[in-house]
């Protein structure tokens, strides 16, 4: 079933209003009363489409997550620093949505499902990173990188992202694999 033309639009305005905030300040200070004022709807509108900011907010991570996957379909049999690599330079464009959303800062779930996604992908390639002896050790081992990886996410957009995607992917890699024998890059 399709959605009609004007229900599209009305989300689609008011997504653009909810993201230009949220270039602006933090999602926890972000109203609805702004969002519509900025999207030049009424309440009722808004709340026809999204049960508030944080259901709007959800809605659009789950976007980029999805927007996240194609380009992890795309780049998945050029190895795993190549995934990596892909998904930080999305994180690092500030006008793609999920450069938006992962710069925000005000909340580390969307960077943790994002890294998720990405050890889903390289898991899917025998080898890249050292066997775990059976499935409990494994997702351990998933676990304990994939906080690794999210933290040095955070670390770098936070920092402002001055290292080259590739760069950081290599480090991330590195790190993950065991391969870090002398000074990470940078």
Same mark, same amino acid.
């Given at each position: 079933?399709?959605?009609?033309?004007?229900?599209?639009?009305?989300?689609?305005?008011?997504?653009?209003?909810?993201?230009?905030?949220?270039?602006?300040?933090?999602?926890?200070?972000?109203?609805?009363?702004?969002?519509?004022?900025?999207?030049?709807?009424?309440?009722?509108?808004f709340?026809?489409?999204?049960?508030?900011?944080?259901?709007?907010?959800?809605?659009?991570e789950?976007? &980029? @997550?999805?927007?996240? *996957?194609? %380009? =992890?379909?795309?780049?998945?049999?050029? /190895? $795993?620093?190549?995934?990596?690599?892909? !998904?930080?330079? &999305? @994180?690092?464009?500030? *006008?793609? %949505? =999920?450069?938006?959303?992962?710069?925000? /800062? $005000?909340?580390?779930?969307?960077?943790? !499902?994002?890294?998720?996604?990405?050890?889903a992908?390289?898991?899917?390639?025998?080898?890249h990173?050292?066997? $775990?002896p059976?499935?409990?050790?494994? !997702?351990?081992?998933?676990?304990?990188?994939?906080?690794?990886?999210?933290?040095?996410?955070?670390?770098?957009?936070?920092?402002?992202?001055?290292?080259?995607?590739?760069?950081?992917?290599?480090?991330?890699?590195?790190?993950?694999?065991?391969?870090?024998?002398?000074?990470?890059?940078?």
């Amino acid at each position: 079933m399709q959605t009609d033309l004007r229900i599209r639009y009305t989300r689609q305005v008011i997504t653009e209003a909810y993201i230009q905030l949220l270039r602006q300040k933090p999602a926890e200070r972000i109203t609805v009363k702004e969002v519509c004022e900025r999207a030049q709807i009424n309440r009722s509108t808004f709340y026809r489409q999204f049960k508030d900011c944080f259901d709007l907010l959800e809605q659009l991570e789950a976007q &980029a @997550l999805d927007v996240l *996957d194609g %380009l =992890l379909r795309q780049v998945e049999t050029q /190895g $795993a620093p190549a995934v990596l690599a892909a !998904a930080l330079a &999305a @994180l690092r464009g500030s *006008d793609d %949505l =999920l450069g938006i959303l992962a710069s925000r /800062g $005000a909340d580390e779930k969307f960077v943790r !499902a994002l890294v998720q996604r990405c050890f889903a992908y390289i898991e899917t390639q025998a080898g890249h990173m050292t066997p $775990a002896p059976d499935n409990a050790r494994r !997702a351990m081992r998933n676990t304990f990188l994939a906080a690794g990886t999210g933290g040095v996410i955070e670390y770098w957009l936070r920092s402002g992202a001055k290292e080259p995607p590739e760069q950081v992917a290599a480090a991330i890699y590195a790190l993950c694999t065991g391969a870090v024998r002398e000074p990470l890059p940078g």
